[in-house]
């Protein structure tokens, strides 16, 4: 009796570890399976809208995928005369960098070395379109409605903006209610968390991010987001040497 007894226990106790060890492999794969890693070793969380995948951050790697670095340029004259790929700190501060992750130039995201990890890309102009249309048609309008381009506050992060309190108007209706900065708690519904990082200047009024398409030899498609504004903005024909975040789509 005592050797069955025993024999038991081993089994159970075998059972046991091996049920430990997949419930901690699958939550370390499921926990993994939210974050990407670029080759600078930065870490992104990553949040599923719709039928996409995208990172909560703003890119900050300093190399393409290849290794090769991208060129830094802090020199505003520099940037202005560049056809190639460029990345800069807002206000050439490395701790903006921290919150904001880097500009980049368009040419740096259009470089045959690649910028996104294994695995992921810029999103081109039909992904964000794709983006916008699913969170309108669900409902993520600031008003809760299914029609019309009023997303901007589900996008945005509840702090950093600029606060845009408004004004009633005559009828007690406050014409301000769907912008970014009016309510911030009210923002972030679809987890997207961005940022106001701007251009290479007035940081905390907007945020803007590229696609990967091009529309001409000197523009892209970008689109933006305004702390006085419930929309966001296509930006159709932006100089691709302005300096803008990046966010990733899985592949």
Request: with cysteine.
């Amino acid at each position: 009796m005592k050797r069955k007894n025993i024999f038991y226990g081993i089994i159970i106790g075998l059972i046991s570890i091996t049920s430990c060890s997949e419930s901690d492999e699958s939550e370390n794969q499921n926990s993994n399976s939210n974050l990407v890693t670029d080759i600078d070793g930065n870490s992104y969380n990553t949040v599923e809208i719709g039928t996409q995948i995208w990172t909560k951050e703003n890119l900050n790697v300093s190399k393409y995928r290849n290794g090769d670095p991208i060129l830094q340029v802090a020199s505003t004259t520099e940037w202005n005369g560049l056809t190639t790929g460029a990345w800069c700190y807002y206000k050439n501060e490395e701790s903006n960098g921290e919150t904001y992750g880097k500009l980049y130039n368009w040419y740096a995201i259009n470089d045959p070395r690649g910028i996104a990890p294994e695995g992921w890309h810029i999103p081109s102009n039909n992904e964000w379109i794709l983006l916008k249309d699913f969170l309108i048609s669900n409902g993520f309008n600031f008003d809760e409605t299914t029609t019309g381009n009023k997303i901007a506050k589900s996008l945005a992060s509840k702090n950093l903006w600029a606060q845009n309190r408004g004004q009633a108007d005559l009828d007690g209706i406050n014409p301000q209610e769907g912008d970014i900065g009016f309510g911030l708690f009210r923002n972030n519904t679809s987890d997207f968390t961005a940022l106001p990082g701007n251009k290479r200047g007035g940081i905390g009024s907007n945020g803007n991010w590229w696609s990967s398409t091009s529309t001409s030899n000197f523009d892209a498609v970008g689109y933006r987001l305004e702390y006085n504004s419930s929309s966001l903005i296509l930006l159709d024909s932006e100089s691709k040497r302005s300096g803008f975040s990046i966010r990733l789509v899985k592949n």
